[in-house]
């Protein structure tokens, strides 16, 4: 089992590329997961924003991320709330549709 640390840090890596997916994360999606990850969770504003550097610098794609989440229903929920933050893209819908179908096929793990 991951650490809480790592968790979280593959919770916000797995949000922050749904939001990217139109090409660009908004000041609006980083304050909702800032929110989330510093006001309701044991996240300091530096790992944070180190995690922020981590997603620019990785090349991840977005199956992997995902697969590195523990809780994949909550992930998904944050990253929509987030990417939802201004408005809705089709490509980061599609996105989160692409995790949902990965799940429901018990392809989320790999």
Same mark, same amino acid.
């Given at each position: 089992?991951?650490?809480? !640390? $790592? +968790?979280? %840090? %593959?919770?916000?890596?797995? *949000?922050?590329?749904?939001?990217?997916?139109?090409?660009? &994360? +908004?000041?609006?999606?980083?304050?909702? =997961? @800032? !929110?989330?990850?510093?006001?309701?969770?044991?996240?300091?504003?530096?790992?944070? !924003? +180190? *995690? &922020?550097?981590?997603?620019? !610098?990785?090349?991840?794609?977005?199956?992997?991320?995902?697969?590195?989440?523990?809780?994949?229903?909550? *992930?998904?929920? &944050?990253?929509? =709330?987030?990417? +939802?933050? /201004?408005?809705? /893209?089709?490509?980061? %819908?599609?996105? =989160? &549709?692409?995790?949902? @179908?990965?799940?429901?096929? $018990? =392809?989320? /793990?790999?």
């Amino acid at each position: 089992m991951p650490k809480a !640390e $790592d +968790s979280l %840090n %593959n919770e916000l890596q797995f *949000a922050l590329a749904i939001c990217a997916h139109d090409g660009w &994360i +908004s000041d609006a999606e980083l304050k909702v =997961l @800032q !929110e989330h990850y510093c006001d309701h969770s044991r996240m300091s504003l530096d790992e944070f !924003e +180190s *995690a &922020i550097d981590e997603f620019f !610098e990785s090349k991840a794609p977005l199956e992997i991320l995902f697969s590195g989440v523990v809780d994949k229903q909550k *992930a998904l929920k &944050i990253a929509e =709330l987030a990417a +939802s933050a /201004d408005g809705l /893209d089709q490509a980061e %819908n599609w996105a =989160l &549709i692409k995790c949902r @179908q990965l799940l429901e096929l $018990d =392809l989320a /793990d790999f």
